[in-house]
């Protein structure tokens, strides 16, 4: 049973290192670490600290606000913490929670989902297929039946059918996909400390779907993949998950991160979802994202970038 989590991949040093590669400054305070986001037109930034779990990252508030100040920071936004909402039944985590609430203010937005699939991998491999729904468990069988084989990649042939994949599948469900720099840099960042991984399913020796899996600490994480839009019988995305839990509990995880899930069955997500849990996870809510203000600027910066997003979901539903 999944009560609480560790310190989330985002968090970790070479996740901070990726970001500076990419052009993004990365700055630690304590053990808590941000990346530095520029304002159009104001001569500030939005220091974004993505999945900072409270209760296991130590830092103090009065460090953190003189390193956002120097850095011209205007706040700090701590994007959908890795914290869930049910391990604040305990006193300790409620205790951390309500002193963050005291000191930020909710933000208005968040970047990663509120709400995520977690999967307990720790148990023997019979107990995790037993949870396993039964279509899933089929189909699971079916594409291994079928012939869909899944190796690991870590290569350049890899991340070529990676980035192709990848495109492919953000085009036909149309979402806009980072660059082939961003994952191809992602990749060899992690790689080189044994933190990343690529497979890819194969059907008579061409590649049917790939998934880029990152692990950190006790967490193996699914952020990113990409299927062809033919062969969709072949189930090869299903035997995949099963190869990736299986990765997981080799590189010796307890915990498969999902990276994303819904909780509203009318939501274009949750077909996502619905894959994601007949592997027996469960849908878990992490508590809300909080907002650090440092300048009193980041009043108007909110009100202006309200009005910017409003737009945005008025032109997205005409």
């Avoid at 890795?82 to 205790?95: D, F, G």
């Avoid at 299903?238 to 995880?253: D, P, S, T, Y």
């Amino acid at each position: 049973m999944i009560e609480d989590l560790d310190i989330h991949l985002v968090q970790s040093r070479q996740w901070g290192e990726f970001k500076q590669q990419m052009g993004t400054r990365a700055v630690t305070v304590g053990e808590i670490q941000f990346t530095k986001h520029k304002i159009p037109f104001l001569p500030f930034y939005v220091g974004y600290a993505p999945k900072v779990n409270f209760i296991k990252q130590k830092f103090t508030w009065q460090e953190l606000k003189d390193a956002a100040a120097n850095e011209q920071c205007l706040f700090i936004r701590f994007d959908v913490p890795n914290v869930l909402k049910s391990s604040i039944r305990k006193e300790s985590a409620a205790q951390t929670v309500s002193e963050v609430e005291k000191r930020c203010t909710r933000s208005p937005r968040s970047t990663f989902t509120k709400y995520n699939v977690l999967l307990d991998i720790s148990p023997p491999e019979e107990k995790i297929i037993a949870n396993f729904t039964s279509k899933t468990r089929y189909n699971s069988r079916l594409a291994s039946k079928r012939g869909v084989t899944v190796k690991l990649e870590n290569n350049e042939t890899g991340l070529k059918i990676f980035n192709e994949l990848h495109k492919i599948t953000a085009k036909r469900q149309h979402f806009l996909p980072h660059s082939e720099e961003y994952y191809t840099k992602v990749f060899n960042t992690l790689y080189a400390d044994n933190m990343a991984n690529i497979l890819v399913a194969y059907f008579e020796d061409k590649a049917q779907a790939t998934w880029m899996l990152l692990n950190y600490k006790d967490t193996i994480y699914y952020p990113y993949g990409g299927s062809v839009t033919e062969n969709r019988s072949l189930m090869a995305s299903n035997l995949m998950a099963w190869e990736a839990i299986k990765l997981g509990k080799r590189l010796g995880c307890r915990m498969f991160d999902m990276w994303g899930a819904t909780n509203k069955r009318d939501h274009p997500y949750w077909g996502f979802t619905k894959f994601k849990l007949g592997y027996g996870g469960e849908l878990f809510e992490y508590i809300d994202s909080y907002d650090f203000v440092v300048n009193p600027l980041y009043y108007l910066f909110n009100l202006t970038y309200g009005a910017f997003w409003k737009l945005q979901d008025m032109r997205r539903k005409v």
